[in-house]
C-alpha cells in the first residue's frame, strides 16, 4: 500500500478512490506517515454493513481518509467501456454486454441495503 501511494504521488495523484479494500491496511500506512495521497474510500460488503451497524453517518473521516460514496451496485458492465447489458448487439459486434450480478444477490441486496429505509 505504501509503494502504491508513492507511485501515485509520483505521478500527480493526490486524490485517488478506493472501491472497497483494506481500510485498516490505509489506516496502518497513514499512521506510519507513508500515505501520500488522499483516500476517498468507498465501503461494500462487511465494511459497509459493520458502518450501518455502527450507525457511522457523512463526514467521518479526516483530511487523508475519508468515507466516499458506497460502491456503485452494478448489474451490468459500463456504457464507457461498451460491456453493459444490451438487448441488441454493439454497433458492427455481435456483443451484448455482460451481466454481472444475479436476480437472487440483487434480490438480496436490495431487502438488506435498500428496502428498509425506502419506507
Known amino acids: 500500500m505504501a509503494h502504491i501511494s508513492k507511485e501515485f504521488a509520483r505521478y500527480g495523484l493526490t ?18 506517515g507513508e500515505l501520500k495521497h488522499r483516500v476517498s474510500y468507498e465501503p461494500w460488503d462487511n465494511v459497509l454493513e459493520a458502518m450501518i451497524a455502527s450507525r457511522i453517518r ?21 456504457f464507457f467501456k461498451r460491456t453493459m447489458a ?10 451484448k454486454g455482460n451481466v454481472t450480478e444475479s436476480q437472487p444477490s440483487l434480490d ?12
Request: charged share 15%.
Open 15 to 32: 486524490t485517488v478512490h478506493h472501491e472497497g479494500g483494506d481500510l485498516a491496511a490505509l489506516q496502518d500506512v497513514r499512521a506510519a
Open 86 to 95: 444490451m438487448s441488441v448487439p454493439f454497433p458492427g459486434t455481435t456483443y
Open 108 to 119: 438480496a441486496w436490495w431487502s438488506v441495503c435498500v428496502a428498509p429505509g425506502s419506507g
Open 58 to 78: 457523512t463526514g467521518f473521516g479526516d483530511d487523508w481518509i475519508r468515507f466516499g460514496a458506497t460502491s456503485e451496485h452494478t448489474v451490468d458492465g459500463s
